[in-house]
């Protein structure tokens, strides 16, 4: 062994306290497809983990798209969109996503994450400000904070704490923020209310629909769909890894918007474009959602089910209508341990802790798709009530 490097203990240390707070994170080697019945680190297990909500991660309709643009692409687009690596397929879908959500241009982005990071930093920057939801997905805050401008976080939903941080603001160019529906509560944005007070005070709203593009509004156009919102100050941004089943991500809005963002988002500019096989299977992602009612139905019909079998437990759900159906302990071991019991009866629920939640909210944020049955749903309800964990 080398000699010690303080820098290396510091760590190690760092990361003993950690698991002394029960906030060591570990990844499960997953041996299947997306779907609920994994096998996880080798066990059988029924989960309630995945963000594929309409269940085509591993449809057999996608899975075919991406076996032709493959044959027809090859694997891997060998520049950033700029120099070569915008193809057919990437053109084309992006030219979808726009007609989808009903906006005048779409841009797509290698991940979510990405997308986050490039809209704020291209639209912002020293001497303007944004306005955020405190629950707002991490990748919304490093934007923020890359972007330079200044940071304001609003208590969650408290639209009169936002309204006098922007009647206070001097700032030049601002901007609001929020997820619409939240990643780890299920609950959704006031979007009317927010564009409202973006109007009155002249400022922009950035809509992150990771996890309602596909499943809210008609034929899941997504949130400001289902809220029939349009104007030129909002920009929406969605992932495509999640209803879309595949991978990515995109920012759609007014011409001028997307004019901007190609010249001047680094995270678009600065990147290999992805796999023209991931747009070319997307482009079909997009007509099974398109099409997709049946899957959304069976969707309502799941969490409904979750709703009314947790009803007159010790168990209750966080308000929520979404797929996203947490429920709050607060502690983190004891949130864990709960977790545990229910994986010995064969079942996997995320143990949410501290820091993608608050403190003292830890939650099992159990995560409903197309692709459980009934009798998943139903076998979820009895684990729980079986269980009791003081
Ligand atoms: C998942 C998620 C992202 C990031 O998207 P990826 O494509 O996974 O990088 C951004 N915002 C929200 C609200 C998310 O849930």
């Not at 991406?66 to 193809?87: D, F, I, K, M, Y």
């Not at 939801?133 to 408290?158: C, E, F, P």
């Not at 990147?271 to 099409?291: C, K």
């Amino acid at each position: 062994m080398s000699s010690a490097f303080p820098a290396h203990q510091a760590l190690q240390q760092q990361l003993a306290e950690l698991d002394a707070r029960a906030l060591t994170r570990r990844r499960r080697v997953q041996s299947r497809p997306c779907g609920p019945a994994t096998l996880s680190d080798g066990k059988p297990l029924l989960a309630f983990t995945s963000n594929d909500y309409l269940g085509l991660a591993n449809a057999p309709e996608l899975i075919a798209a991406a076996q032709e643009a493959v044959a027809r692409w090859g694997v891997g687009s060998g520049a950033s969109a700029l120099v070569s690596g915008h193809t057919e397929a990437h053109e084309a879908l992006d030219h979808a996503l726009a007609r989808f959500v009903g906006c005048q241009a779409a841009l797509s982005f290698s991940t979510g994450y990405l997308a986050n990071l490039a809209v704020m930093p291209a639209l912002l920057g020293r001497g303007d400000a944004i306005f955020a939801d405190r629950l707002n997905h991490a990748s919304l805050v490093d934007g923020a904070l890359l972007s330079r401008a200044q940071l304001l976080r609003y208590t969650h939903l408290d639209l009169v704490m936002l309204e006098k941080q922007l009647a206070a603001s001097k700032a030049k160019r601002k901007l609001i923020v929020t997820d619409s529906v939240f990643s780890m509560d299920g609950d959704t944005a006031p979007l009317p209310a927010l564009l409202a007070l973006a109007e009155r005070y002249d400022a922009w709203l950035l809509v992150d629909d990771a996890h309602g593009f596909g499943v809210l509004g008609p034929q899941g156009r997504g949130a400001l769909a289902e809220a029939q919102l349009s104007s030129p100050r909002l920009i929406l941004m969605a992932t495509l890894g999640k209803a879309a089943g595949v991978a990515g991500a995109f920012v759609a809005g007014s011409q001028t918007l997307i004019d901007w963002l190609l010249q001047t988002a680094r995270p678009y500019i600065f990147t290999t474009a992805p796999p023209p096989m991931l747009a070319a299977t997307l482009l079909r992602a997009l007509g099974l959602v398109e099409h997709g009612d049946a899957r959304r139905e069976h969707l309502q019909a799941m969490i409904t089910a979750l709703q009314a079998g947790l009803a007159d437990t010790r168990w209750q759900l966080q308000s929520s209508r979404t797929a996203i159906q947490p429920i709050l302990i607060g502690d983190n071991a004891l949130t864990l341990r709960v977790a545990q019991q229910l994986e010995a009866l064969g079942i996997q629920v995320p143990a949410i802790r501290p820091p993608t939640v608050p403190q003292g909210t830890s939650r099992l944020r159990i995560s409903l798709s197309a692709a459980h049955s009934l009798a998943d749903v139903e076998r979820l309800c009895a684990a729980l009530r079986s269980l009791d964990c003081a």
